[in-house]
């Protein structure tokens, strides 16, 4: 497997925040002491290009961010902060999305994960949200399509809907979006009947669940409608939208899940990217704020992504 990591995200600061460069610090040097660099490819890569970033995001919008950043204006967002180094970090996270979407498109590796921060679910075309700046994932689909594929599934098991994502391919089409999140929760979106439209019509599929959702509620939940939209979409690739914030302990999020079963849903989705695209998956680190939980069950999560 393909294996992104690199302490310079911890550039983006963010002071007080869930979000911190801890997150990160933590992470990879779990996945250090683990020994999974020996064992996975950890490819060299390079920052996203505009004409990456504008595949999803406008020219106004991502001016405006480089400007905030060079001033370090804080804020941005009610959620979302900056620093100086925020610009370097958002461009080296969505270009980790992209390299690592490329070669697996080429057949260098089945798998990869990055372990990237700013997160990207929340971000719109528009604008920063919900400690989001580019729309990673959305960002890697494009670069898939451009890459030659025809149909792409982005799969979002953060504990948050993805409406960022969801946004950028709502009438699309060529990539399905499947989520499964806290409900009802921030941001608020993410209900049943929003199902896509015009090309995008029942390319979207969300599966809202209570707070008091147990685990076997989730993970049959989670596999029945990941099954029921790759069945529809029949992707060439899989992205994963990989956050750990339904972890019971996270701070921000918290559903039923403990480290362990993250090894379980990346099972699940293994599977069905066996079924379509010769298991090609490429997973990318969302949200989980547990400073010991989040490395933990996204050591599980590249474990089991490895087997
Ligand atoms: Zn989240």
Known sequence: MLLYLDDAFAEHETGAHPECPQRILGLNQLL?????????VLPHWTSATPEQLMAVHDAAYITDL???????????????????????????????????????MRGQQQTAFCAIRPPGHHAKPSGAMGFCLFNNVAIAAHAALSAGAHRIMIVDWDVHHGNGTQDVFYADGRVGFFSIHRSPFYPGTGSKNETGAGAGLGYISNAP?????????????????????ADKTKPELILLSAGFDAHQADPVGSLCLQ?????????????????????????????????????????????????
């Open 32 to 40: 250090r002491n683990s020994g999974w660099l020996e064992r996975a």
């Open 66 to 104: 480089q400007h905030w950043c060079e001033q370090a204006v804080g804020r941005i967002e009610s959620d979302t902060v900056i620093s100086h180094g925020s610009w370097k970090a958002a461009l080296l996270a969505a270009g980790a999305a992209v390299d690592a979407t490329e070669r697996v």
């Open 209 to 229: 669940v209570p707070a008091e959702t147990n685990l076997r509620e989730f993970v049959q939940t989670f596999e029945k409608g990941l099954t029921a939209l």
């Open 259 to 307: 480290d362990e079963d993250f090894a379980e849903l990346t099972r699940i989705v293994k599977q069905v990217a066996e079924v379509h695209c010769e298991g090609r998956i490429v997973s990318l680190l969302e949200g989980g704020y547990h400073l010991d939980h989040m490395p933990r069950s996204a050591l599980e999560h590249v474990k089991a992504l490895a087997e």
